[in-house]
């Protein structure tokens, strides 16, 4: 086989060239030229005029478009495929660069040999011709296809884009209108809404908490409502750390320096809706309130006072009376046979009755100043104090048992305030057995030092029947009553006082029924 023959078997396999009879291969492969070029040898660049049509006989030839990132590769030819085919019928400049990439042999049919071919052989040029068009007319169908269902993508595509337009309109409406409410809501709120992001940055304050802590400053929660007690900004974090909410009463900071006690509910905010968490805090003013409950107690006080006093006025006026009448009996029996040294006793013991009446009278003012520290013996202070209780009508038919713990070191604090915790709360469990009856009602007092010798421990209990269990965990820090007409100071009052000698007080029900108070003490008090 010739080298002629092989490169007519060649052509054969060539689309452009695929059809034509066997002798006008042999005379278009007369106009070939054979070119045998090395690996890496460029046949044309990307702009270069077009002149010359490539058919790889042996190797391959990338087709390649040059760019700063990089080169692109568009495709590759091997044997029996075409290069740069429209290069026979214009000069167009090359749309890429075409690169051997290996050793390779080419025919190559130039311009001007390819008008030579038709102009002797023009039935050659015109099947050329025609399979050229028919390769154009299918490239442009193809191409028309693919710009078809590009425009129908970017139809669909565009479609899409406005449903998600009309969704993402609809949905501004939705949060303007949200976002609206909201404002509307936290303006008209009576109390002071803050909200934070998780580090306690402030992001969002109603007028009301503007009002009571003035402007937000650096942004920090804690920085502008400060708190008297350090440990709250840590106790509020652990608790909305475990998605816990968080109540309590603090004293903070407001406008000018003046102290403010609030009550304060931290709620998390698990969702913001944008990935992330938040914070809400809310405040209650209860400044005025706690002054009105202060002044209410001191009432209260002097009132609990007043009623003992008369209790006990009346008890001794009972026998006063009786004395007083005797004297006089007695003064007016003997007349004047006695001697003048036993009339003068007898005018004196009239004269004492009269002043012991007076004294009764007084008995308001028989307690221990209110705020001075004394060192006092607990138990004999509570056994006095029981003596002193029992002739009132609320108390004086109900047993009261004590058991004196032994050893008892003597308690520093505040013997007035002690008092009054005790007197709440024997009078309150005497009004828990009001209208009982029965065999098993009473009071039992008890005190105990415990191990370590740096506390006591008080525990007054009642045969009554017990606190409701939903209001065991509110009684020392609501206003909570079991009494028709109690109004919840009294207990919050005892908290106060005990915890201001550093102290602490529990409740409980007892098994075999009534509740059962335990109080606390350090045997030194916690404030000086």
Same mark, same amino acid.
């Given at each position: 086989?010739?080298?002629?023959?092989?490169?007519?078997?060649?052509?054969?396999?060539?689309?452009?060239?695929?059809?034509?009879?066997?002798?006008?291969?042999?005379?278009?492969?007369?106009?070939?030229?054979?070119?045998?070029?090395?690996?890496?040898?460029?046949?044309?660049?990307?702009?270069?005029?077009?002149?010359?049509?490539?058919?790889?006989?042996?190797?391959?030839?990338?087709?390649?478009?040059?760019?700063?990132?990089?080169?692109?590769?568009?495709?590759?030819?091997?044997?029996?495929?075409?290069?740069?085919?429209?290069?026979?019928?214009?000069?167009?400049?090359?749309?890429?660069?075409?690169?051997?990439?290996?050793?390779?042999?080419?025919?190559?049919?130039?311009?001007?040999?390819?008008?030579?071919?038709?102009?002797?052989?023009?039935?050659?040029?015109?099947?050329?011709?025609?399979?050229?068009?028919?390769?154009?007319?299918?490239?442009?169908?193809?191409?028309?296809?693919?710009?078809?269902?590009?425009? *129908?993508? /970017? =139809?669909?595509?565009?479609? $899409?884009? !406005? @449903? &998600?337009?009309?969704?993402? #309109?609809?949905?501004?409406?939705?949060?303007?209108?949200?976002?609206?409410?909201?404002?509307?809501?936290?303006?008209?709120?009576?109390?002071?809404?803050?909200?934070?992001?998780?580090?306690?940055?402030?992001?969002?304050?109603?007028?009301?908490?503007?009002?009571?802590?003035?402007?937000?400053?650096?942004?920090?929660?804690?920085?502008?409502?400060?708190?008297?007690?350090?440990?709250?900004?840590?106790?509020?974090?652990?608790?909305?750390?475990?998605?816990?909410?968080?109540?309590?009463?603090?004293?903070?900071?407001?406008?000018?320096?003046?102290?403010?006690?609030?009550?304060?509910?931290?709620?998390?905010?698990?969702?913001?809706?944008?990935?992330?968490?938040?914070?809400?805090?809310?405040?209650?003013?209860?400044?005025?309130? *706690?002054? /009105? =409950?202060?002044?209410?107690? $001191?009432? !209260? @006080? &002097?009132?609990?006072?007043? #009623?003992?006093?008369?209790?006990?006025?009346?008890?001794?006026?009972?026998?006063?009376?009786?004395?007083?009448?005797?004297?006089?009996?007695?003064?007016?029996?003997?007349?004047?046979?006695?001697?003048?040294?036993?009339?003068?006793?007898?005018?004196?013991?009239?004269?004492?009755?009269?002043?012991?009446?007076?004294?009764?009278?007084?008995?308001?003012?028989?307690?221990?100043?209110?705020?001075?520290?004394?060192?006092?013996?607990?138990?004999?202070?509570?056994?006095?104090?029981?003596?002193?209780?029992?002739?009132?009508?609320?108390?004086?038919?109900?047993?009261?048992?004590?058991?004196?713990?032994?050893?008892?070191?003597?308690?520093?604090?505040?013997?007035?305030?002690?008092?009054?915790?005790?007197?709440?709360?024997?009078?309150?469990?005497?009004?828990?057995?009001?209208?009982?009856?029965?065999?098993?009602?009473?009071?039992?007092?008890?005190?105990?030092?415990?191990?370590?010798?740096?506390?006591?421990?008080?525990?007054?209990?009642?045969?009554?029947?017990?606190?409701?269990?939903?209001?065991?965990?509110?009684?020392?820090?609501?206003?909570?009553?079991?009494?028709?007409?109690?109004?919840?100071?009294?207990?919050?009052?005892?908290?106060?006082?005990?915890?201001?000698?550093?102290?602490?007080?529990?409740?409980?029900?007892?098994?075999?029924?009534?509740?059962?108070?335990?109080?606390?003490?350090?045997?030194?008090?916690?404030?000086?």
């Amino acid at each position: 086989m010739n080298l002629t023959d092989t490169g007519r078997i060649v052509l054969q396999h060539v689309d452009l060239f695929s059809g034509l009879p066997a002798d006008d291969l042999r005379e278009f492969h007369r106009y070939l030229e054979t070119r045998r070029v090395p690996k890496g040898t460029i046949l044309f660049n990307e702009g270069d005029d077009g002149d010359s049509l490539y058919v790889v006989r042996h190797g391959a030839v990338q087709i390649i478009k040059r760019r700063d990132e990089g080169d692109l590769l568009l495709a590759q030819r091997g044997p029996g495929e075409i290069i740069g085919e429209m290069a026979i019928v214009d000069s167009a400049p090359r749309f890429a660069t075409a690169v051997c990439q290996v050793d390779s042999e080419l025919f190559v049919l130039s311009r001007g040999q390819f008008h030579e071919v038709i102009q002797r052989r023009p039935e050659i040029a015109s099947r050329i011709l025609r399979v050229l068009a028919a390769r154009v007319r299918e490239t442009d169908n193809a191409d028309l296809q693919q710009l078809e269902r590009k425009n *129908r993508d /970017l =139809e669909a595509a565009r479609d $899409r884009l !406005e @449903h &998600l337009l009309c969704e993402l #309109e609809s949905s501004n409406r939705n949060l303007e209108a949200a976002l609206s409410y909201r404002d509307r809501a936290l303006a008209v709120a009576p109390y002071p809404v803050i909200v934070t992001d998780s580090q306690n940055q402030v992001r969002l304050i109603n007028p009301a908490a503007m009002a009571l802590f003035g402007p937000a400053g650096d942004g920090d929660l804690w920085s502008w409502v400060k708190p008297a007690d350090a440990t709250v900004p840590d106790s509020t974090d652990a608790a909305l750390q475990r998605n816990v909410t968080w109540k309590g009463e603090v004293e903070v900071t407001g406008q000018s320096g003046r102290a403010l006690i609030c009550k304060l509910v931290a709620a998390p905010i698990t969702d913001t809706g944008e990935g992330t968490t938040a914070r809400l805090w809310m405040f209650e003013d209860l400044t005025e309130m *706690r002054l /009105l =409950e202060q002044q209410t107690l $001191r009432r !209260e @006080h &002097l009132a609990t006072k007043g #009623e003992m006093a008369a209790e006990i006025a009346h008890e001794l006026n009972n026998f006063l009376a009786v004395l007083s009448g005797n004297a006089e009996l007695l003064t007016m029996t003997i007349g004047g046979s006695v001697p003048e040294k036993v009339q003068k006793r007898l005018h004196n013991m009239c004269e004492t009755i009269e002043r012991i009446k007076v004294f009764t009278d007084n008995l308001l003012h028989s307690r221990h100043p209110a705020g001075q520290k004394s060192t006092i013996n607990l138990n004999a202070f509570l056994d006095n104090q029981i003596a002193f209780l029992r002739p009132q009508k609320r108390i004086k038919k109900i047993p009261i048992h004590t058991e004196w713990g032994e050893g008892l070191p003597e308690l520093n604090c505040d013997a007035s305030a002690i008092q009054q915790v005790f007197y709440n709360l024997i009078l309150n469990a005497a009004d828990a057995l009001a209208g009982a009856t029965g065999s098993t009602i009473g009071v039992w007092v008890k005190t105990q030092n415990l191990p370590g010798g740096g506390k006591v421990r008080l525990t007054v209990a009642d045969s009554g029947p017990g606190i409701p269990d939903n209001l065991l965990p509110m009684l020392f820090k609501e206003r909570v009553s079991t009494k028709p007409t109690g109004h919840g100071f009294g207990l919050l009052t005892i908290a106060r006082i005990i915890a201001d000698h550093g102290g602490s007080i529990n409740v409980r029900n007892r098994a075999e029924g009534g509740a059962e108070f335990e109080v606390l003490l350090p045997v030194t008090s916690a404030t000086s």
